[in-house]
């Protein structure tokens, strides 16, 4: 027995120290973040780390915050249930109707993932922007004595609401194939209309995916920084980002109160994760058994026109009339100047400072996503492949900013690294620091996705015939999750290559991301220019979205 525990001993050694300093660096990257953020709103590092809570008393008693806390409230419960509405009626219709195009209609659908939500704000100011707005000239030009003004709350809630419509599909889509149709089958039998079996049995049995997915939207929603500041800065409407971007802008800034502000967004992100577990809780929601069955698709006859019809309007909406603007914009010399050439075009882009800051973003992204899916890789292998103690703690916490706004993560990251001896802040590090902190979990969802799918049996056969867990790992087990790798991989590199809610508050001269230029020229109102600028970083966008879904059809096949 003790010859047993010698020989056990040295092959568990490798794995525990591997697992101990995969727990401090994500101490270091993800939890170190996050309670700075909860420190410095209530300690003042000037009165030698007694309780100040000045930021705390400022905050609390600032009606300006009051203001920002109740707009980001409301812009984002309505944005959320806006795009739940949507995302679950496109899931319907793309699942479980036969709908003409379903199938490629909701391919296309999730495309505005991969559209900056800073892009699609600029897009839509140019369609609805009051007097100047192309679809308010196009009504005053009919004679039509309306003006839409999409410089309100209710506008800023339209567009985070339709780009965040493909989240909730997504996921109830996947719930609607996965429910059992001899339920709502005997509903019908027990003398249910087809709107009763609805919304009496298919709409309960996907409350889990509903509640999911609002609650990913509108975690999205608070934290979004582009968006608010693009179509609430004209008229001061100002959320709870836009707040925390302007401490930052005070000289010296004010790291007290975006602490607190950020302190603000993730009790928001906690009380929706909350509201949905305490309302599911006591329900069971169980559909799916061990008898094998195939969604059940309704036959709609004529009315299939209207759902078609309803597909494409979203399509309109999110991809094809901001598009069309953006193009019309870039080819102008100046917003609606009623003169288009392919040279205006040309003229915005072609500038060492576009290119200088696309290389950079290029070279930190593709930094980071390499870093990110190896630590995530790395992650997903020692929780599923190991029996150490601590495993499962080392996953919730590399998971937990899935649940943090981007903004709120990023001014932790700026707290941890601001005041050490050495150079951090201000270079390019810091960006790396703070997208493989916030997103690595990203990475270890994919991975681990694909590793309980491999049984351990192919790993052991490999050992038998002398194989060391190193070649093991090389020859058997990465290219079989290769796909999924490489999946998140690209998903990483797009999320850095437009992420502006972090990078606005920790980039420098030497680090200056093509999403700042993009809000640089913005703030100058540049439109035609931001048009192109916004063109490129679409295109980028959606090219990396076509090779994801490359990547997975591979994979499935």
């Known amino acids: 027995m003790s010859h047993v525990a010698d020989t056990a001993w040295p092959r568990a050694l490798p794995q525990a120290l591997g697992l101990t300093s995969l727990g401090a660096l994500i101490g270091i990257l993800v939890l170190a973040p996050l309670v700075m953020i909860l420190t410095r709103a209530v300690f003042d590092p000037n009165a030698a780390r007694t309780l100040e809570a000045r930021s705390l008393v400022a905050v609390l008693t600032g009606w300006i915050y009051w203001s920002a806390l109740a707009s980001t409230v409301a812009v984002a419960l ?99 194939r996965s429910i059992d149709p001899s339920l709502e089958e005997a509903a019908q039998v027990c003398g249910l209309t087809k709107l009763q079996t609805a919304l009496r049995v298919t709409a309960p049995l996907l409350a889990p995916a509903i509640l999911s997915g609002a609650m990913l939207a509108f975690t999205i929603a608070v934290g979004l920084f582009g ?70 698709v309704i036959e709609l006859g004529p009315w299939g026109a209207l759902t078609f019809a309803a597909g494409c309007l979203y399509v309109i909406l999110a991809i094809a009339a901001p598009l069309v603007v953006l193009v019309v914009a870039a080819l102008s010399p100046y917003t609606w100047a009623g003169q288009y050439s392919i040279a205006n075009l040309r003229a915005s882009l072609d500038s060492d400072d576009v290119w200088s800051t696309m290389t950079t ?122 796909p999924s790798v490489l999946a998140s991989w690209i998903l990483l590199f797009s999320f850095f290559m437009t992420e502006l809610s972090m990078v606005i508050l920790l980039y420098s001269e030497s680090s200056r991301m093509f999403s700042i230029l993009a809000f640089e020229v913005w703030n100058v109102g540049d439109f035609s220019r931001l048009a192109a600028l916004s063109l490129l970083q679409t295109a980028i966008g959606l090219a990396l979205a076509v090779t994801l879904k490359v990547v997975f059809r591979q994979k499935a096949l």
């Open 78 to 176: 309505c944005s959320a249930l806006l795009a739940c509405v949507l995302g679950t009626a496109l899931a319907w219709i793309f699942v479980r109707t036969t709908t003409f195009g379903r199938t490629v209609l909701e391919q296309i659908a999730q495309l505005p993932i991969f559209i900056p939500p800073f892009v699609g704000a600029v897009a839509w100011a140019l369609l609805l922007a009051p007097r100047v707005g192309a679809i308010n000239r196009i009504l005053s030009a009919l004679g039509i004595p309306i003006e839409l003004d999409l410089y309100t709350h209710a506008g800023m809630a339209w567009v985070m609401g339709i780009y965040l419509a493909p989240y909730v599909m997504m996921i109830v889509a996947a719930a609607l």
């Open 227 to 296: 968006t608010p500041i693009v179509l609430g800065w004209s008229r001061q409407i100002l959320l709870l980002t836009s707040r925390i971007w302007i401490a930052s802008q005070a000289t010296p800034p004010d790291y007290g109160i975006m602490a607190v502000l950020s302190l603000y967004l993730i009790v928001l992100s906690i009380l929706a994760t909350a509201a949905q577990r305490s309302f599911l809780a006591g329900r069971s929601y169980v559909t799916v058994t061990g008898k094998g069955f195939r969604p059940r």
């Open 361 to 482: 973003s290029v070279l930190i992204s593709t930094a980071a996503a390499t870093l990110a899916a190896a630590l995530g890789l790395a992650i997903s292998w020692v929780v599923s492949r190991t029996r150490l103690p601590g495993r499962q703690l080392l996953e919730y916490l590399v998971l937990l900013p899935i649940s943090v706004p981007g903004i709120a993560f990023g001014v932790g990251v700026m707290l941890v690294w601001i005041d050490v001896p050495f150079a951090v802040y201000g270079t390019p590090s810091i960006i790396l620091l703070a997208f493989i902190g916030r997103f690595t979990a990203y990475a270890v969802r994919s991975v681990s996705a694909s590793l309980v799918q491999i049984h351990p049996e192919l790993e052991e056969s490999a050992r038998v015939f002398g194989y060391g867990p190193v070649r093991t790992f090389a020859r058997i087990t990465f290219p079989l999750i290769l």
